[in-house]
């Protein structure tokens, strides 16, 4: 049972996370997903976080539903077969430095004559041109550029970086939106076309509606509201902390009433605003009230009063959560080479796709191990197969020494 994006073929060159991630949201959607990798260790990202058995949880994650084909582009031989797949794909995902394609030959004005419907996706940190082009980029650069940083501490304070890879992913999700975008504007069209996605453009554009909604009009007579985040509270309760947003006035009075204070007496507290121009002191006199009250009983209560209320989970116990655990939002499953692993299910399940029991319908697979199911699907030459599958061994013998002696 297909997904939407059956009989769409996408050939990725990508590594570590946003390419990747946008690989793994259309293979998730049915696309036949190629990763095309350098032999031996391909992907960097094989190899970090959590390993079992020689690969990494967030590799395993990002790359399921896809197949890896392991090519040397040195060889000439091995590079006019990466020609000849290119020519048959819809699309080709690639994250290479700006430049580094068309050096070897492989860039959209040297692909499109072959394949004039190709969808040609380059992802860059900071984009093509300007001054930044060349750097280096990790996310939390971006996450610097963009001004993430400076909001992540009250203002004025020193900057903290979000304690996770968070402009890689959203810039994956971007791309991936791009490329359906793009392949339905081919149906109507019949031309592929260049699309160059930054993480730069990516970040500002998902940051940008509330990080700088007091940045946004622009000239006088417009109000400054301050920062989204200082309408949002953390506060610690007897046993752990609930994240809280109190917008309604008569909501105070209500929990003044359950916990016996004279909170909402208070003029610092009375409106809205006030409780942002005196956001320390709120939080301050809120703890003291919750300070006798478990998560639990402050999560009923507060739900009760209408305050949008949410208990702050630990990592281990975010799969133990009974609205996670009712949705079904989690996954186990079986890898048939690391073991047992916990997923996420793809927040989008398309009429006609298989039940979710059954995802994914293939897991992360190890370097090359498609590649004489594709090679053959090219029509490539006993032989080829043959002499790239005995490097491939050869290969994967001298990853697993070295593996070994570094007690991974």
């Not at 350098?38 to 994650?61: E, H, I, K, S």
Request: include cysteine.
């Amino acid at each position: 049972m297909p997904g939407p994006l059956n009989g769409v073929r996408i050939v990725e060159m990508t590594s570590t996370v946003s390419g990747p991630m946008a690989g793994m949201v259309l293979a998730d959607q049915g696309a036949d997903v190629i990763k095309v990798e350098p032999p031996m260790f391909g992907d960097t990202c094989r190899y970090l976080g959590g390993t079992r058995a020689g690969m990494g949880a967030m590799y395993a994650v990002l790359n399921r539903n896809k197949r890896s084909l392991a090519l040397d582009l040195k060889d000439e031989t091995q590079k006019s077969v990466l020609l000849d797949l290119i020519a048959s794909a819809d699309v080709l995902l690639e994250n290479y430095r700006p430049g580094v394609m068309e050096r070897q030959g492989l860039g959209y004005d040297a692909l499109a004559p072959r394949n004039p419907g190709l969808v040609y996706v380059s992802i860059t940190g900071y984009g093509q041109g300007g001054p930044y082009e060349n750097r280096r980029v990790y996310d939390p650069l971006i996450q610097a550029t963009v001004g993430m940083t400076a909001t992540q501490g009250d203002l004025g304070t020193r900057p903290e970086n979000v304690r996770m890879i968070l402009f890689d992913k959203v810039t994956g999700l971007t791309a991936a939106q791009a490329i359906t975008a793009a392949l339905f504007q081919r149906s109507r069209t019949g031309q592929g076309q260049h699309l160059p996605i930054s993480m730069l453009d990516s970040a500002l554009y998902y940051t940008w509606p509330d990080v700088m909604w007091s940045r946004t009009l622009l000239g006088e007579g417009t109000t400054d509201a301050g920062e989204l985040a200082d309408y949002f509270h953390v506060l610690r309760t007897k046993d752990g902390y609930v994240s809280v947003i109190l917008v309604q006035d008569d909501s105070l009075q209500l929990i003044s009433v359950w916990r016996g204070s004279e909170i909402h007496l208070d003029p610092r507290f009375t409106t809205l605003p006030d409780r942002v121009a005196n956001r320390d002191a709120f939080i301050a006199a809120m703890e003291s009230i919750l300070a006798g009250v478990s998560t639990e009983e402050a999560c009923e209560m507060l739900d009760a009063f209408g305050v949008p209320v949410a208990r702050v989970n630990s990592l281990d116990e975010v799969p133990e959560d009974p609205q996670v655990r009712q949705q079904g939002s989690l996954l186990e499953v079986e890898h048939p080479e690391i073991g047992a692993m916990r997923i996420p299910r793809p927040p989008a399940r398309f009429e006609g796709q298989a039940p979710l029991p059954s995802f994914p319908d293939r897991h992360a697979a190890s370097i090359g191990a498609h590649t004489r199911e594709i090679l053959e699907e090219l029509g490539v030459e006993e032989a080829l197969i043959s002499e790239i599958e005995e490097r491939d061994e050869r290969l994967a013998a001298q990853l697993r020494a070295a593996m070994a002696s570094a007690g991974r």
